[in-house]
Every structure is written in C-alpha cells, then in structure tokens.
C-alpha cells in the first residue's frame, strides 16, 4: 500500500526556519517525481515545488523562489522541504504528493498533510 | 503573472449535469497545459480525477470526463450525485511548474 506520511510542521515565527519530511513506502520511491502542494486554511490548493526521480529537475513557484529548498533522499525514501525567511502568508497544510507521471499532472498519491503556522 | 480561472461556485440538480471550466487570465488552455482535475472534500487530502485533458484517474468513474471547450479545459459531470459535492480544482502545466485554479465549490441540490 502506497503510503505518504509528512512531519516537521508547527508553530514558528516570522524569519524562521522548518524543515519538512515525507516518508514514502510501498512503492520504489527512487523512480518517481515528488511535489510539495500547499493549502492556506480555507483556501485553495497552491502547487510549491517539485523534484525529480533523481534530483536532475527542480522547480519552485515564484512565491517560494529563493526561500524554500526541495531535496530527496531515495536511500531512506524521504522527501524534505527546507523552508527559510518563513511569512505569515506561508501558513498552510504542506501536502507531499507523487508524481505518477511526469508532466501529466497525475498527482496519484498524496499524504495526510502537516500544518505549518507562522506568527509572532 | 498567469492566474488560472474557476468559477467560484456551481450549482447541479442530482442526476443533473455540469460543466466546470479552467481559464487563462491571458491567453487560451489547450492540451500543451496538460490540465487536470482534482477533487476535494473537507478535511481529505485531493483526489485525482482527470489528468492530461482527458485520461481518467484510476477508479473514476465514467460520468467524469475531461475536455477542452473553447478556449478553456472542461469538466463535466454527468449523473451528478449528492456525494459529487465537493471541491474541484484544475491545474496546468507552465513549462517549469504547476499552477492550481482557485478552485469550485460544486454544491448538488
């Protein structure tokens, strides 16, 4: 069973730092991409970022640009998400989501999500 | 920068059916956006419901469909059900990344 469990969320103020994880399992985590979806509480979804099988191709949405950094570590199926300079208006549940196929915006699995809150 | 379109919300009658759409604030969706569609309902995590315009996601069944009308991707639900009510959002491919719709709040009554 395909499984995405996130961690690392919490309660952190402005100029701050958090590091994200995704723990995947069932599946050969090394072969698929991974994204990082967010959702403001009461709004909608905002695609973050994403990386390759292999870390060849990252990409960042201009709102994270500079401040956010993705990485992977297919040895202990994880993916990570370092976020710096932190603003209120980065609060959101932080989803990891697979990238069943690459461009076809099949993102077939997703985890349950961990909430990050940024306030003084 | 580009902002992808939704209506906000959308009505249906059960067994009704509806077309959602997916704009560009300038320019045209076509199939090189790869749009898709994602189904929410409070508290869960999105499902997938349609990908590249048109390929059904596993499992979904067949009164979902996608499509481009016009200049805008599509899509429809026929048969609509009460447990159709829900959150729907689009999403297209801008060449380095994605970018959600603001999504539609589909109500079934």
């Known amino acids: 069973e395909v499984q995405l469990v996130e961690s690392g969320g919490g309660l952190v103020k402005p100029g701050g730092s958090l590091r994200l994880s995704c723990a995947a399992s069932?599946?050969?985590?090394?072969?698929?991409?991974m994204n990082w979806v967010r959702q403001a509480p009461g709004k909608g979804l905002e695609w973050v970022s994403s990386?390759?099988?292999?870390?060849?191709?990252?990409y960042y949405a201009d709102s994270v640009k500079g401040r956010f950094t993705i990485s992977r570590d297919n040895a202990k199926n994880s993916l990570y998400l370092q976020m710096n300079s932190l603003r209120a208006e980065d609060t959101a549940v932080y989803y990891c989501?697979?990238?069943?196929?690459?461009?076809?915006?099949?993102?077939?699995?997703w985890g349950q999500g961990t909430l990050v809150t940024v306030s003084s | 920068q580009t902002v992808v379109t939704q209506e906000p919300s959308f009505s249906v009658s059960p067994g009704g059916t509806v077309t959602l759409t997916c704009g560009l604030s300038?320019?045209?969706?076509?199939?090189?956006?790869?749009p898709s569609w994602y189904q929410q309902t409070p508290g869960q995590a999105p499902r997938t419901l349609i990908y590249?315009?048109?390929t059904r996601s596993s499992g979904v069944p067949d009164r979902f469909s996608g499509s481009i009308l016009g200049n805008k991707a599509a899509l429809t639900i026929t048969g609509a059900q009460a447990d159709d009510e829900s959150d729907y959002y689009c999403v297209l491919y801008m060449g380095s990344g994605w970018v959600f719709g603001g999504g539609t709040k589909l109500t079934v009554l």
């Open positions: 590249s315009t048109n």
């Open positions: 989501a697979r990238d069943n196929i690459v461009g076809a915006g099949d993102f077939d699995y």
């Open positions: 990386i390759s099988s292999s870390s060849s191709y990252i």
């Open positions: 300038s320019g045209s969706v076509s199939t090189s956006y790869y």
């Open positions: 069932g599946f050969t985590f090394s072969s698929y991409s």
